[in-house]
């Protein structure tokens, strides 16, 4: 008696995060994937294709994965850069890393009206360009008809507001690697610049592995930012399932939308997994 | 190849003075330990040695050139960590030829020195091995031999057996004693093992609150302490002090009598357990027998004389009982004399 008591016990526990995800997480997934290929309850590939035919959806496509290409190499260098001077800090190096983490306390869309009121037509960065004399009055960088500077801008609050989780992850993960290692590659001769490539590097891998899964996964699904900054002027996937969600009342292209996020999100952890991949004959 | 000279190295953290004035000369091809127990500053003076830390004041001299200001990756040293820091992400042939790598050695001289070095410590079967597939004593081999390979003028060692269980360190000292003697490197020893002090070293520098309290040879340390610290930390029993009253220049005993190094007053008589003989109640030093331990190689009796606690190895099977009194002769050759305030030895006249 006791004994089945006790082997149900970890299942008992779990039983109530399983029920959990189960109603808001699995349920809704199938509901997706169900909504995304059927129309008007016949089975059909019409979402997809009303999806990719849309004047849109190469635009949002390709800005998405711009956006992603561009922001996620910044963010992991601007991380790991910041995270190898935090650790070489003595006194106030919380202070320093409290500092740095504040955007992540900021909603996303928060921050987007943030960078908003730096970059609009009567913003402060104007102001100051006006200040200097660099420009003669309002000048708009965010529209359609400058492009650039949209993206400039979007890319600018991005690596803004969620550098400091890449950071996080990356000083845990740094504090896990004993000091003994580096100072042994220094011992022998090695150069900081060597000992960072040679033995931080390879020992920070899972953490990287981490933060690169988690940040990729939540620019793919960037929306509020570039909503908040850009508005529809710079289409993303998320904006356009937002768009045929409530705007043009379809739920079943939004759904279509929705499936080809997820499985872009998979694709991209699928080859994180792989590629930064630690054998375990390697793990320290 | 390299003498090392300690000139005046002091170092405080904040308020604490960890190291205090250190002044030591290690000859070269010299073996040194620093034996001390935890928080002596032994580790500190070794990691200012190699420069991971930063002396508050004084030099370091290696091969006559001064390197206090020199970074560590440019001191030319080669260390051995307690924990071995074997990088975990190269392989046992990696790991041994990193040193060699940094110094831009061509890939053939890397071939032979890693071989040379990996022979000498018998791990030439494992070297495609990553260190997650080694047992701790194949690790620390690694970690020598790493250290070897590089031919330093100066090796540096840091507790580096203290993570093996006891039969392997007892194997690994030995091992690493033979390995040392070929190689000829002026070797620094950081260790609070004080067998592994005495079996190893050429001089042990026994430390203490900061300070080197002596430093001799292994014998000389143990037989001769220069203060009570040292005859209680190294060797195992501790050191026996009893404190007696000299008259006349002598300490009479119950059948015996002893020249003492001054005229009279209190002073501490230090004993090692194996020089005190066991023998008839009424005669030497009374002694009240407490426990009994059978060691196999001899029975560590422990009493009391008078009010002092005293441990005699007495000779395996010698049948004492607990609770009786037997009376103990010191061997006098074998006596070293303490001043009781200072807990320093007095030199015999």
Wanted: proline share 6%; with cysteine.
């Amino acid at each position: 008696m006791k004994r089945t008591q006790s082997r149900a016990l970890p299942y008992l526990l779990l039983a109530p995060s399983l029920v959990f995800l189960t109603a808001i997480f699995l349920l809704p997934l199938v509901q997706t994937i169900a909504l995304s290929f059927s129309e008007s309850g016949v089975a059909s590939l019409g979402n997809y294709r009303r999806m990719v035919s849309d004047l849109n959806f190469g635009l949002a496509l390709r800005n998405t994965f711009l956006l992603v290409l561009v922001v996620v190499p910044i963010q992991l260098a601007l991380a790991l850069g910041m995270s190898v001077m935090i650790e070489k800090i003595g006194r106030g190096r919380d202070l320093v890393l409290w500092v740095w983490t504040i955007p992540l306390g900021v909603s996303d869309l928060a921050a987007g009206l943030v960078w908003l009121a730096i970059l609009q037509d009567r913003g402060y960065l104007n102001s100051a360009l006006y200040g200097l004399g660099l420009i003669e009055g309002p000048t708009a960088w965010l529209t359609y008809e400058t492009p650039g500077t949209l993206f400039l801008g979007v890319v600018l609050a991005e690596i803004w507001r969620a550098t400091a989780i890449v950071l996080v992850i990356l000083v845990a993960g740094l504090q896990l690697i004993p000091k003994e290692y580096r100072e042994a590659a220094e011992v022998f001769g090695a150069r900081p610049w060597t000992i960072f490539r040679r033995i931080t590097l390879p020992l920070l891998k899972p953490s990287i592995q981490t933060a690169l899964i988690l940040r990729t996964v939540l620019a793919f699904e960037v929306f509020a930012v570039v909503y908040a900054i850009g508005g529809t002027n710079f289409p993303v996937l998320v904006g356009e399932a937002y768009t045929w969600q409530n705007a043009n009342q379809n739920t079943g292209v939004a759904a279509a939308y929705a499936m080809l996020i997820v499985v872009i999100s998979l694709a991209a952890t699928a080859i994180y997994l792989r590629v930064l991949r630690v054998p375990a004959e390697q793990q320290p | 190849m390299a003498e090392i000279t300690i000139d005046g190295i002091a170092k405080s953290f904040g308020a604490t003075r960890a190291l205090e004035q250190i002044d030591l000369t290690v000859a070269d091809g010299e073996f040194v330990a620093l034996l001390g127990p935890s928080g002596c500053g032994k580790t500190t003076l070794l990691r200012i040695i190699a420069g991971l830390e930063s002396a508050t004041s004084g030099r370091i001299v290696i091969g006559g050139r001064d390197l206090t200001e020199v970074p560590t990756r440019r001191r030319g040293l080669a260390m051995v960590f307690q924990n071995y820091a074997v990088f975990p992400h190269m392989n046992v042939y990696e790991n041994v030829a990193f040193g060699l790598r940094m110094q831009g050695a061509d890939e053939a001289r890397i071939k032979a020195r890693v071989g040379k070095a990996t022979e000498l410590l018998h791990i030439t079967p494992y070297l495609d091995r990553y260190p997650a597939k080694l047992s701790g004593g194949q690790r620390q081999r690694v970690a020598v031999a790493r250290a070897l390979a590089v031919e330093p003028p100066v090796l540096l060692m840091d507790e580096p057996l203290s993570n093996l269980d006891a039969l392997l360190r007892l194997e690994m000292r030995a091992e690493l004693k033979a390995v040392l003697r070929e190689a000829r490197t002026t070797t620094i020893y950081v260790t609070h093992d004080q067998t592994e002090a005495m079996g190893l070293a050429d001089r042990i520098a026994v430390m203490h609150g900061g300070r080197i309290e002596q430093i001799d040879r292994p014998t000389a340390v143990y037989e001769r302490p220069a203060t009570t610290f040292v005859g209680g930390f190294v060797g195992s029993p501790p050191m026996n002090f009893l404190p007696v009253t000299i008259a006349n220049s002598r300490l009479e005993l119950p059948g015996a009598s002893l020249p003492a190094p001054q005229a009279s007053g209190a002073l501490l008589m230090g004993i090692r357990a194996e020089d005190l003989t066991p023998v008839a109640d009424g005669e030497g030093l009374p002694f009240d027998i407490a426990v009994v331990e059978p060691l196999g190689a001899h029975d560590l009796v422990t009493g009391r004389s008078g009010q002092t606690l005293l441990r005699v190895a007495a000779p395996a099977g010698s049948g004492h009982k607990p609770g009786t009194r037997i009376g103990l002769k010191p061997d006098p050759k074998r006596l070293v004399w303490m001043d009781p305030a200072s807990g320093r030895a007095i030199q015999a006249q």
